[in-house]
């Protein structure tokens, strides 16, 4: 039976982000810090390496609403937030002898090392705005815009650069 949403709900993602804070330990995860903010409350557990590997961090989130839509800019921002900008993870798609799927929780695996990097992934910052040749893109909020964010000429100009490398 699918349940009814209230018709008092609103919409979280339009509520102001707010820092996250350090919460009670929960007794059924002994091993993660637990911070809420706003919009998600997430679990933080540091693992050390078992394989010769780097340190991990795990986060485990939600939305506070429960939904299933957590968006990329979101995703990024608590990463940033709660380990740093600078360390890079992944959201693992796994093998299906692997993957759990129980409620809309997300997990990203983050190395705990801000000078690592993945042997894949893009090699600079590219981030904008602007919506070109039927690209949809949402725009910064004034109090996130980053500095480097590129103008609809900036990307034009970039994307024409790319092509002629191609060529």
Same mark, same amino acid.
């Given at each position: 039976?699918?349940?009814?949403?209230?018709?008092?709900?609103?919409?979280?993602?339009?509520?102001?982000?707010?820092?996250?804070?350090r919460c009670e330990q929960?007794?059924?995860?002994?091993?993660?810090?637990?911070?809420?903010?706003?919009?998600?409350?997430?679990?933080?557990?540091?693992?050390?390496?078992?394989?010769?590997?780097?340190?991990?961090?795990?986060?485990?989130?939600?939305? +506070? /609403?429960?939904?299933?839509?957590? @968006?990329?800019? $979101?995703?990024?921002?608590?990463? #940033?937030?709660?380990?740093?900008? *600078?360390?890079?993870?992944?959201?693992?798609?796994?093998?299906?002898?692997?993957?759990?799927?129980?409620?809309?929780?997300?997990?990203?695996?983050?190395?705990?090392?801000?000078?690592?990097?993945?042997?894949?992934?893009?090699?600079?910052?590219?981030?904008?705005?602007?919506? +070109? /040749?039927?690209?949809?893109?949402? @725009?910064?909020? $004034?109090?996130?815009?980053?500095? #480097?964010c590129l103008s609809e000429? *900036?990307?034009?100009?970039?994307?024409?650069?790319?092509?002629?490398?191609?060529?």
């Amino acid at each position: 039976m699918k349940r009814k949403k209230p018709s008092h709900t609103h919409d979280l993602l339009s509520i102001p982000w707010t820092p996250f804070v350090r919460c009670e330990q929960d007794p059924r995860d002994p091993e993660s810090e637990i911070y809420l903010n706003s919009r998600y409350q997430v679990h933080l557990r540091r693992l050390k390496a078992n394989d010769g590997g780097p340190d991990l961090i795990h986060l485990s989130f939600r939305r +506070l /609403d429960r939904e299933i839509f957590v @968006p990329y800019r $979101d995703r990024m921002r608590i990463k #940033d937030e709660l380990i740093g900008p *600078e360390c890079e993870g992944v959201e693992l798609l796994p093998a299906r002898s692997r993957e759990v799927d129980t409620s809309n929780q997300f997990h990203a695996w983050i190395i705990d090392d801000p000078t690592f990097r993945f042997p894949f992934g893009f090699t600079k910052r590219v981030v904008t705005e602007v919506a +070109l /040749d039927g690209a949809r893109q949402e @725009p910064w909020p $004034d109090s996130e815009h980053p500095a #480097d964010c590129l103008s609809e000429e *900036e990307m034009r100009a970039l994307l024409q650069q790319e092509k002629r490398k191609r060529s």
